[in-house]
Every structure is written in structure tokens, then in C-alpha cells.
């Protein structure tokens, strides 16, 4: 059996895009802290969502990765092989639910910068979808992590919106500093379980009528 | 290039999985009413799904079909080509998507059946998230054809719950009787555009205060 380059022969890819691989080899390396085991944001972020789904607290999948299959062979009535295919651009985030009767819409996105998260690491049809899932009354945000310091924002879409506005209708500068999430944003509690407690965050936000001045406990 | 068994050159599979390709071949002949085109039940509710979000309508998509990942190579830096892989069950229903605020989620299923829609078309993984969405306040149903009367119902998961839990713990019919949906499901009015105006019934049943004793106009 023939794996991808860089990926180890017991790291078998299950389900996992090409970027995703290699995220995965990258953060393993760079992001050992205490708190998260080793784990990468996407890993963190499955693992909750099963804790979520268990525990019956919420309904949250991350969507498959979209695949153009060109090539299938049957070598038997019952079995289908894909032997050629792509990984396509996914026209919508990685996950989507339903919390508490409203529907929830977010993508994770691992960042290795120190002083700023540069809006490349965002596709625009991603920007596109959450601002529409916003406009028809979703819950539309990213998770952004700052490896260097282990630390994990919950973002709404409004903020992301305001910068990405800016620079490409105005030429601004590409990235959101540091310093914004610092002051702007909530970071999300990590513990065991769930590993990534961003429902939590959602509560604050969303599901209480105090949410100003929010302090994650 | 070569193709899956039973899919001509001309009809390159795009992103289908091996039932998708059966039932796309299956429907093509036996599904040729004037008022669909020929269409498949699922190319008809991704055509009103692009209606809709196209006209700011509703966020709705087909999730991708999960694809287990085993080989994959890089002939170049940028190129990846996947050269084994596998189709995977998929843990959650095909279509979600946020509409008027509300979390929305259905799968569709098609049928040639004249007097019954056999339970076996289900899979209990659908059955068991429908059941677990509407628990969380969103709104679970399936879309059902009776390809023989050219006749697309909107059915809420209640009713396919009565069923599949008689069925599956009183060991009673496995089947719901085509007379229970000319009763008690509604039809999907069909168009031009929309295809089928599944969101029209939503409309009457979910948005609107005095929704007893519906008619589709």
C-alpha cells in the first residue's frame, strides 16, 4: 500500500484533504502544547463535536471533503473501487448544526503567525457563504487559533467581514492583528471534554440576555 | 478515459456515489414525465437548491459524499491525484442548510413502488439524525417520490417515525402504505423554477399560523 508523501504508513488519511495532511504533519510538529495533546485544531474540533453529539447536546458534522470522482472499477458486483479522482474546492465551511434550535455555520483555521492572522489563509467562498448564512440568521463564525501562544478565538463573521471589506474594497492591509482578537474577541475555554468548549462561548453570546463585558471562566 | 459500468462516456460522474450512478441511470429510463424532464429527484432538488440560494432564498446543499481516502499521488508540488479510494456511509442525511432562520434537514428518496415506500430504503443512521435534528428544534423530513404517479411528498419525520418504530420494535409492516401520503403528506407543487418548491410546503407548515387543512395551490 502506496501512502501520500510525508505521511507516515500507520497515519493512514482517513477522509483527509490533501491541506489537511499536510496541516496535520505541520501542527504535530509545531503545536505540542500541554493543553491540546498534540492535537491540531480540526482534531480538537471533531473530538468535541462528538462529545456534543453523545452527550445530546448538539447536532454539529463536519461535511465531507468534495471529491470529483473521474474513474470507478467493480471488481465484483457488490464492490466499488475509486481509482481516479480530485479533491474539489468545497463551496461551503466545514461545519454546520443545529444548537438549541439555531442553526450553526463556522470554519477552523490553524494560524502560525505571531502578530497577525492574514486573511489569505481564508478562501472567499467561504467569506461569501458565512456572510449569507448571517443575513438569513445563522450563527456564522470561524475558530482561529494562535498556535505560538495556544490560544483559541471564537470569531464572529462580522469581524472578519469588517476587515475583509476593507481590503479588498479599499486595498487595506490583509491580515486582522493580533491585537483585535486580544480585545475583541472571546477565547474559547479548552479543557477534556469537550476538548474545544466553543458552545459555551455560543451561550454567552447568543443564548444570554447579559452578554457584554464576557469573562470565559 | 474509463467509466464506471453502465455509464456512457458522455455522462462523466460528477462527485456521484455508486448508488447515486444506479439510480441516475435507473430514473433516466423509467422517470421520463413531461413535468421533470427527466430529471432525477436529486438533480431536481440541487436545481431548486441553486434557485433558491441564487434569489437569496435559502443557504440549502448537498453535503459531499464521504469518500475514504487510502492512496493518493503527487505527480507534481500543486497536483494530487487520488488513486484508491472508497465510497463510506454516510453518518448524517445528504441536504441541510438555514432557511428563514431555521435549521432545515432532509434526505430524498426515490421510488417505483406502486402502493408502498418500503422502510428498507431508509437507513437507520438517517433515521436516527432526522430523529435527533427535530429533538433539537429543526426541521426534519424526507422528500419521497412515487416516480409511478410523477408525485413528490413532503414528509415530516413524525410520520416516517410512527412507521419505522412499528416496524422495527413491534415487528409490524415495513412499509408506509401509499395511501398514508395522499392522506396525511403534502405535495410538493413542481415548475420550472423552482423545480420542486419543497420550501413553498415548509412555508404552510412551519411559517404560517393557520396551517391546518393545507391545499398546494
Known sequence: MKFPSGV???ETIKHATKNEAIKSKDSKKKNLGKA???MNLEE?????NTYYLVNDIAVIHKKPTPIQIVKVDYPSRTKAVITEAYY??????DYNGLYKGKYIDFDAKENHNKTAFPLANIHPHQVNHLRMIAKHGGIAFMIISFNQYNEFYFVPIDLILEYWDKAYNNGERKSIPYSIFKENCHLIKEGYMPR???LKTIDELYFNNDNKNLEIK
Chains 1, 2 share one sequence.
Open 8 to 10: 507516515k504508513k500507520n
Open 36 to 38: 491540546n495533546l498534540g
Open 44 to 48: 480538537m474540533i471533531n473530538e468535541s
Open 88 to 93: 474539489k474546492t468545497p463551496s461551503t465551511t
Open 196 to 198: 474545544l468548549n466553543y
